[in-house]
């Protein structure tokens, strides 16, 4: 009876360090998921020392009964042996299965560690892939950021070279257009200015003809040809001067020629200058019958004028002498005014 009730307490002896090692397994394989390698390392001498532990135990608690019942009973010793030994077996054989299910958990935490690195390696790989793409994609956005900018930019400087350039083509039209209305101006005031010269031009052309029509009837004029009494008077004066200025060239001419030959029969004395003296007043005597004989010349002009009824016309401004210079002053051809001038 005592080995009856000994052997479920060697179960329990048994099974107890098993409990324990398999309430301790999960434990360990939670404490160290991160480092797997270390856990399945300490986890053979957990398992071991289970076994020593349980080991002693078996011994102690069958040895003892087996002493025992060898004391009572031969036969009752064999079948404790036979017993103990299927026990034992059975404890072997848990052990075996104990074993096998920790190599197996072992197995299962190295592959699950295996595939969390494999798990974490690939998502560092993925991590590394999306920050490498995302590098290259914060980088193709910063070049294409730039092109725009570069093209931004390009596009600004077009439109301001545009602006500028449409500013100065706008500021050479506004001066074309300025020069161009300068010269219609111009042009203008010039077409302006000659027809205010072809009239003033056309005016004095008028002025001139009419002036020169006046002094065409004035050139022919006869101021006196109405008053024939008096171109008879003047006739009659002219005549009378002429007769009196060829005596005066007859006087003239012969005391030149006695001078000439008073010379030529009496000797002067060249030292003194008589000789000199005597031709220097010769020569006076031949200028004054000179101008005789002209003042003839002018009385013939005038008596044909008288003949013609133009005498008393000045010659200068083709106006009417007076009627008392003519009468007093013989013969004359201008008037008071123009022989002033003169």
Same mark, same amino acid.
């Given at each position: ?34 480092? *797997? ?88 790989? *993925? ?30 400087? *077009? ?184």
């Amino acid at each position: 009876m005592a080995t009856a009730k000994k052997a479920p307490a060697k179960k329990a002896a048994a099974k107890a360090p098993a409990k324990k090692a398999a309430a301790k397994a999960p434990v360990k394989k939670s404490a160290a998921k991160a480092p *797997a390698k270390k856990v399945v390392a300490k986890k053979a001498p957990a398992k071991k020392v289970a076994a020593k532990k349980a080991a002693p135990a078996k011994k102690s608690a069958t040895k003892a009964p087996a002493k025992k019942a060898v004391a009572k009973s031969p036969a009752l010793s064999a079948a404790a042996k036979e017993k103990e030994a299927r026990a034992r077996a059975a404890a072997k054989a848990k052990a075996a299965a104990e074993k096998a299910k920790q190599q197996a958990a072992a197995k299962a935490a190295k592959d699950k560690e295996a595939k969390a690195r494999a798990a974490a390696k690939a998502k560092a790989a *993925a991590e590394k892939a999306k920050q490498q793409a995302a590098a290259k994609a914060a980088k193709e956005k910063a070049a294409r950021d730039k092109a725009a900018a570069k093209e931004k930019e390009i596009q600004r400087k *077009a439109r301001e070279k545009a602006a500028a350039e449409a500013k100065k083509q706008k500021e050479i039209d506004a001066k074309r257009k300025a020069i161009e209305a300068e010269k219609l101006r111009k042009l203008k005031e010039q077409e302006r200015r000659d027809a205010e010269e072809r009239k003033r031009q056309e005016r004095r052309e008028a002025e001139e003809r009419k002036r020169q029509e006046a002094l065409e009837r004035k050139m022919h004029s006869k101021p006196y040809a109405n008053d024939e009494a008096f171109l008879a008077e003047l006739k009659e004066l002219l005549l009378e001067a002429k007769q009196q200025t060829m005596a005066q060239v007859a006087v003239a001419d012969s005391e030149a020629d006695e001078m000439l030959v008073d010379r030529e029969r009496l000797e002067y004395d060249d030292e003194d200058g008589s000789s000199v003296a005597s031709d220097i007043q010769r020569d006076q005597v031949k200028e004054f019958a000179a101008a005789l004989r002209l003042k003839i010349d002018e009385i013939d002009v005038a008596l044909a004028r008288v003949a013609d009824g133009s005498y008393g016309r000045c010659d200068e401004c083709y106006e009417a002498i007076t009627k008392p210079r003519l009468q007093f002053q013989l013969p004359v051809f201008t008037c008071v005014s123009c022989r002033a001038a003169v």
